[in-house]
């Protein structure tokens, strides 16, 4: 929703990469420090829960629901500052209505 459409199959695609290497490095490291990797599974989601509550909500949310103002800064925190914020805030006003 958020993502590039150049970049939206590759990042589909990356979660299920992510959890095969994940699942094989803590299934190798089970068995010689089982007690660190039960300890560091509390880490990835308190540093997801972060990141996470900094982002905005998406712009595409956020039009549907008539708050333009922060969809615009919204675009602006996702992709920069430059023309091609009104050009995808257009976009996403046209979708909508």
């Known amino acids: 929703e958020i993502s590039d459409p150049q ?5 589909i695609g990356a ?10 490095f803590v299934y190798s490291l089970g068995n010689i420090y089982w007690r660190w990797v039960a300890a560091s599974g509390v880490i990835l989601p308190i540093l997801s829960w ?6 905005p909500e998406s712009p595409d949310w956020l039009v549907r629901n008539s708050k333009l103002t922060q969809a ?13 914020v009104r050009t ?4 996403l006003l046209n979708k909508s209505y």
């Open 15 to 24: 979660p299920f990469v992510s959890y095969s290497i994940g699942i094989l």
């Open 50 to 55: 972060i990141i996470f509550s900094q982002t």
């Open 7 to 11: 970049l939206r199959g590759l990042l």
């Open 88 to 91: 995808t805030l257009c976009v």
């Open 72 to 84: 615009d800064s919204a675009i602006k925190w996702l992709r920069g500052d430059g023309d091609h």
